[in-house]
Structure formats: C-alpha cells, structure tokens
C-alpha cells in the first residue's frame, strides 16, 4: 500500500501564498535591520552539541534536538555501561555517546561561537542579523512550533545603551511598517539579581528569575508556590510579591525600585548591583523619550526571560490586538564569548518570532491583498502565431522588473480568465489577429475594468500601466 504523507507534528508546509506572506516579513524586518547598519550572516542548522549544551539552563537543555553520529551509531556501544536499573538506562550519558551534534535551539549562542571563531576577521562593534531556522523539542500547541524561524538582530562589543535603545526603535519601525499595534516591555537582569539579594537569598537568582517568568502563564499564587517550594520562605517571598504588582508611571516605578535597593525593604539589605541595574534601567527609558518611540514601551519589573546567559536589560514585545504569546524578546549578555574563550564582550540582542508574527497578521487581516500572486499581467494564448507575437513583450517587461506570465495551453478565454482570477493577477493582455497585424497590444486591468492599447515598443507605457 501506499505510505500515506505526513510531516513531523510542530512543524509545517508553506504553500505559495504563505511564501509570499512570510516574505513579507521577512523582506520588511530585513529591510529595517540594514537601515540601521547590520549585516548578514548564516550558521550551519546544526552545531556541535558541546557548544549547545549549558547554555539554556537544565530545561532549555531538555529541548535540544540531538543528532545520531550515524544510522548506526549504537554499533559497538556498550549498553550495559549506561544501565541503571531493570529496562532503564541512563538516557542523558548514552546520548552524549551516541550525539555528537544538535540542531541550534536558537541563534544567539551559534552567533558567539561565531564571533569567538572569527575574532580577527571582524571589526568590533559588530552588527550582525539571521534569519534563519531554529529547533526545540517543545510540545506543540497554537503559536508555538518545533521548527520555527527566528529574526535575530545583535551588536557585540559594545556596552553603550544606544544599543538598546536601537533595538527598540527597530522593534517600533517593524511593526510600524506592519501595521501592528505593540507593548515593549523591558527589565534589567540586574534588578532582578538584586531583589534576589534583597529578599535575602542572593544564591537563588537562577529559581526566582525562571518562577518570575511564569507569571503570565500560572499567575502570581502559582508562582509564590513555585518560589517557596525551592526554598524561599514567606518573608523573601513577601519582600518580592509587590515588586510583581508595582504599578504606576516610568519614573514612579524607577524611584520605588531604587528605594527598595537601597535598603528600604522588609530586609533592610542593600543592593549595588540592583541599584547599578536601576540605574541602566533609567539611562535607557531617558534614551527612549528622547528619541520619540511610537509604539507603547513600559518597565515591567515582573519581566524575567528565563535564559541563563542575559545579564543586563531584557526585552519582550507582545501584540496588543491579538491573543498570542510574545512575539520578539532578548537582551545584554556581558559573558556568553566567554564560555568560548573571548572574555569581557558584551553584546545585546533581540530576536523576532517570524511564525508568531505571520499568525498575529493573519489573524489581524494585515497582510496587503496584491501578495497573494506575485505576476502582475497574464498574456493569454489566443494561437500559435500570436503567441510567437507576445513572448518579446513579455520579455521586454521582465527586463524592467515586471512579473509576467504567458499562458502555454491550448484553453478556452473562459479558462484563461478563471486561471488569472484564481492567481488573483490584475491585469490580462489578450491579443488576437487584429493586434498582431497593427503591431498593437491590449492590457486590461481586471480590478478596475480599465483597458488600454499601446505600440508594441511602447514598454514604458506598459510598466507605468501596470505598476
């Protein structure tokens, strides 16, 4: 019997329409990133899985997909050597043996080992951006996939905060252009740390941070239970709930957080790095006014992120006219080359979710109509001979960047007509006889039910016409 054909569950197929929807995206943010100096590059899909492995945290981890040596890589291992009991076996040591490789979780981490790699062919600051590809073993669910393609815009070796401030506006500028309504929040590490210090338990930043950042989804009594449950006690936990709920403007939020830091919390402990945090945090919303961002940007104190690697301002970006998860999010890491040999160079980034971002603008209805078919005019086939008359027309606008088409079979006009209606082409070029003998050609646009007749050498009036 025939294999019936399917694909792996998380992933998906793109047809012609959605090519061209995701283009769009993919031509808008690229678009906006070289305006603002970065340039391209590409990393292989897979990575060795000693640069992969660490970098995410223990879930993160869990999440990577690993990669067979070979379709024998189980040849010769000892299986005995990783049992651990009756049928069970010590899965995370017998990967290792077998695992060699994984598929890159995201774009960051391949983007450092890139930088350390190419240290002496680079010139620091470095402004990169992909757009590319990457994998995680998750489980499936609406606006969340196993293979997804991210957007990444990152600068590296550089501590300056117009950096950050660059980000933002390159966030505004994308959905500006998208016609999308966002919230920019942003947090700082820093803060973060320094609550931990503050509550009293400076060596759970890790467990707080990765609790903190499940706030949207299990709400803030889950997440009190969450944070007792690794240790804190009621009076850490007490210190932190109402820096969850802190309200009010910008400048409110910075002076409440900094008297916090400074000693004025249930603990009395005082925070340096909380305060440097507060400080970054003020710097960068000082920078953010006086550049005149459109979209809507707020501190949210609440904000974590939940990788390990971000040691400075972080960002997350969601849609406010639809109902999905964040759809952009990053931040500073000061140490992430230096688990690859390149200390002391900071970098800040931000990635876009191209797949949530294609679900908000459909969902939105905001993609423009005129995507759906990439072919502006359809040159029917009335005969061989008139056939023969067109293809140099067609040529002729194809030179001047204009998508055409020429109809190759045999068909009824009925048919020609329902092929372009169905490719959703505007304008249709039929030319009979009496057009080929008058060295004529006829274009009509079937949106607006305009025609027009031009010389066949006029193809200046053509594209004007048909733009």
Same mark, same amino acid.
């Given at each position: ?61 869990? #999440? ?38 994984? #598929? ?250 191209? !797949? ?101 050498? !006029? ?9």
């Amino acid at each position: 019997m025939a294999q019936k054909p399917s694909i792996p569950k998380g992933t998906r197929d793109f047809g012609q329409t959605e090519m061209a929807e995701r283009n769009y995206i993919f031509d808008t943010i690229r678009s906006v990133f070289r305006t603002y100096g970065y340039q391209q590059i590409e990393t292989p899909a897979m990575e060795n899985l000693s640069t992969l492995l660490g970098k995410y945290g223990d879930e993160g981890d869990k #999440l990577l997909f690993r990669i067979l040596n070979s379709g024998d890589a189980f040849t010769g291992v000892g299986m005995e050597d990783f049992r651990t009991g009756d049928d069970e076996y010590n899965s995370k040591a017998l990967s290792l043996k077998v695992c060699e490789k994984g #598929l890159r979780y995201d774009l960051t981490v391949p983007f450092a080992r890139y930088v350390v790699q190419h240290q002496n062919e680079i010139s620091f600051p470095f402004k990169r951006f992909q757009i590319q590809p990457v994998w995680r073993a998750d489980r499936p669910q609406k606006g969340r996939y196993r293979e997804f393609y991210q957007c990444d815009v990152d600068v590296i070796g550089s501590r300056s905060q117009i950096n950050e401030l660059e980000l933002v506006e390159i966030v505004d500028r994308v959905f500006s252009l998208l016609d999308v309504n966002v919230l920019i929040k942003i947090n700082n590490r820093k803060v973060l740390t320094g609550l931990a210090e503050i509550c009293g338990f400076p060596d759970r930043v890790v467990d707080i941070t990765v609790a903190i950042d499940k706030l949207d989804k299990i709400g803030l009594d889950n997440v009190k239970a969450e944070m007792k449950e690794k240790g804190l006690s009621d009076e850490a936990v007490a210190v932190i709930e109402p820096v969850l709920l802190l309200s009010g403007s910008t400048a409110e939020k910075i002076d409440r957080m900094r008297e916090l830091m400074s000693g004025k919390s249930a603990s009395g402990i005082v925070s340096e790095v909380g305060l440097k945090g507060i400080d970054e945090l003020e710097e960068l919303f000082g920078f953010i006014a006086a550049a005149g961002v459109s979209q809507a940007v707020e501190i949210d104190l609440s904000l974590a992120r939940g990788l390990n690697y971000y040691t400075g301002a972080i960002f997350e970006v969601k849609a406010l006219d639809f109902p999905i998860g964040s759809i952009c999010g990053g931040g500073r890491y000061d140490n992430l080359t230096g688990i690859f040999g390149l200390p002391d160079m900071s970098g800040v980034g931000i990635s876009f979710g191209a !797949d949530r971002i294609y679900d908000v603008l459909k969902g939105l209805d905001k993609f423009p109509a005129e995507l759906t078919s990439s072919t502006r005019v359809l040159f029917a086939n009335m005969g061989a001979a008139e056939q023969l008359y067109v293809l140099p027309v067609a040529k002729s606008l194809r030179e001047r960047g204009v998508s055409c088409e020429v109809y190759g079979d045999a068909a009824k006009l009925k048919k020609q007509f329902e092929f372009a209606d169905r490719k959703h082409i505007p304008f249709l070029s039929i030319n009979g006889g009496d057009e080929v003998s008058q060295g004529i050609v006829n274009i009509k646009n079937l949106v607006s039910g305009e025609q027009k007749t031009f010389s066949k050498d !006029d193809i200046d009036g053509m594209v004007t016409f048909l733009s």
